[in-house]
């Protein structure tokens, strides 16, 4: 099972900052498209973001548009999602997701997933 690994969540005040990565060894993430889900009790998951395989191609949440930013780093084999403003309503747990097709918005047309960071945002 291929297998992707996220990092960088935790606690933050509004209006704070985090960087989430998504990595993996197994294989090269500019193969795939990766998406960000988050998910809160209770609720299915939301796509927040996603960077279509090898390109520049970017779809946000309307929520977060403005304030976070996907990136990937082929270099270090790493996808990262810059949570920037942030908000109490963006508290979850994020995962990193992937698939060899183009980006989709649903959660079941991804193939890899990663153990989810958590993201709290409270003052």
């Known amino acids: 099972q291929l297998q992707l690994v996220e990092s960088g969540g935790g606690s933050v005040q509004p209006g704070g900052s985090l960087r989430l990565s998504c990595a993996t060894s197994e294989f090269t993430l500019d193969d795939y498209s990766i998406s960000w889900f988050r998910q809160t009790p209770g609720k299915e998951r939301d796509r927040v973001s996603c960077?279509?395989?090898?390109?520049?191609?970017?779809y946000y949440l309307e929520a977060v548009k403005g304030r976070f930013t996907i990136s990937r780093d082929n270099a270090k084999n790493t996808v990262y999602l810059q949570m920037n403003s942030l908000k109490p309503e963006d508290t979850a747990v994020y995962y990193c997701?992937?698939?060899?097709?183009?980006?989709?918005?649903?959660?079941?047309?991804?193939?890899?997933w990663g153990q989810g960071t958590q993201v709290t945002v409270s003052s």
């Open positions: 997701a992937a698939r060899r097709g183009l980006c989709s918005p649903y959660e079941k047309d991804y193939d890899y």
């Open positions: 960077l279509s395989k090898r390109s520049d191609r970017t």
